[in-house]
């Protein structure tokens, strides 16, 4: 494991964002972060704009990514909070939240603030896949965030069919076998 591990890194992403003294990030301001992290960290400091802005998110900071964030800044809150999926039943929640509010945008042209509802579900789907690929976390939660990333990149290819996908997929035997106990009650 080298010095510059992911904590060195998160830590580094928090000091220069507390640097700054901002009260909120845009991309501008995480790109400038990605720049200052390369210079502070070298090779190892090189990282994702959404990487950045999870840290930053995750930390409690404001960020916001869409470039009609003022109009939409209302939703800022709420898209934020979504993200937090610690089990299946979680990852389903968040998906019908996204669907709910992809449609209700669209339904009434906010054409930039469904894009967000996208942009949030693809951070997300790379959240889950960060955790998925580490191989720190243990085998059946890696599992589980496999399964989830699978979910969101079906809702984020096919979101008119993606619940009737779910329900038979969390119905087929392998899911059963798999995650059957995450779902149903402990019997005694």
Known sequence: MSAHGPDTKKQA?????????????????????????????GAPGKTSPDYIAE???????????????????????????LLHFATLEEAEICLMRL????????????RAAAERVLEVARLGRRRAE??????????????QKQ??????RIWLETPDTFFD???????SPEYQQRFGQDTSEVEE
């Not at 507390?18 to 990605?34: C, N, S």
């Not at 840290?55 to 909070?81: I, M, P």
Request: net charge neutral; aromatic share 10%; hydrophobic share 40%.
């Open 13 to 41: 992403i928090l000091n220069i964002a507390g640097d700054l003294g901002l009260e909120k990030f845009t991309p501008a301001e995480v790109e400038q972060i990605r720049r200052q992290l390369i210079v502070k960290l």
């Open 55 to 81: 840290v930053l998110a995750g930390a409690g900071l404001r960020v916001v990514w869409s470039t009609q964030a003022d109009t939409h800044g209302q939703y800022e809150e709420e898209f934020r909070d």
């Open 99 to 110: 669907d709910e509010l992809w449609r209700k945008f669209r339904s009434e042209g906010q």
């Open 130 to 143: 960060m955790i998925a690929r580490n191989p720190r976390v243990e085998a059946h939660k890696r599992d």
């Open 147 to 152: 399964e989830i990333l699978q979910w969101f």
């Open 165 to 171: 996908w779910l329900d038979l997929r969390k119905r």
